[in-house]
């Protein structure tokens, strides 16, 4: 199972807008995330749309959260970019035989326990969460550096 490349960006543009803690055009946003300008502005357009991040017009235009980082997950930037996450398209009622018998198909209830469980691995990492993974990692560069000397 693989997020699209779409849903990666957009996590680590969030996580650019987190980190650098002001209001960033889409153009460093794109710079800073190797992700083409067009298409960086793409995903911010659907992420303006679920209110993750606003943005502002003008001189001192640019985007910034629209959410404290502690309550932003992984989730909401994945259904902000591909919409409902759910491990198959079983738990989709169109797809599913169970919504034409009364009886079950065998895989819906195993496919919605296991995207139940996603779902919920994806709303337990806050983007403040990963904020102090960078300072983790900067702690642990700053000590190897200093053992190097």
């Known amino acids: ?14 996580d650019y807008i987190n980190r650098s803690g002001k209001r960033t055009c889409a153009k460093k ?3 800073k ?3 083409s300008v067009r298409f960086a502005l ?3 357009r659907k992420l303006c749309s679920a209110q993750i991040i606003r943005s502002f017009k003008g001189v001192d235009g640019g985007y910034e959260l629209n959410r404290k980082p502690e309550e932003l997950n ?7 970019v591909d919409g409902n996450v ?4 079983c738990l989709d009622d169109n797809v599913c035989q169970k919504g034409q018998n009364t009886v079950e198909c065998k895989f819906h209830s ?3 326990r296991l995207s ?31 053992r190097c000397k």
């Open 33 to 35: 995330t190797g992700v």
């Open 110 to 112: 195993i496919y919605a």
């Open 29 to 31: 946003i794109a710079q």
């Open 74 to 80: 992984l989730l909401d930037i994945m259904e902000a």
């Open 116 to 146: 139940d469980s996603i779902r919920e691995e994806l709303t337990s990492v806050t983007f403040d969460e990963i904020s102090k993974l960078d300072e983790a990692s900067s702690t642990a560069h700053t000590s190897e550096e200093e």
């Open 1 to 14: 199972m693989h997020i699209t490349l779409e849903v990666d960006d957009a996590i680590r543009m969030v």
């Open 42 to 44: 793409k995903i911010l």
């Open 86 to 89: 759910s491990f198959s398209r």
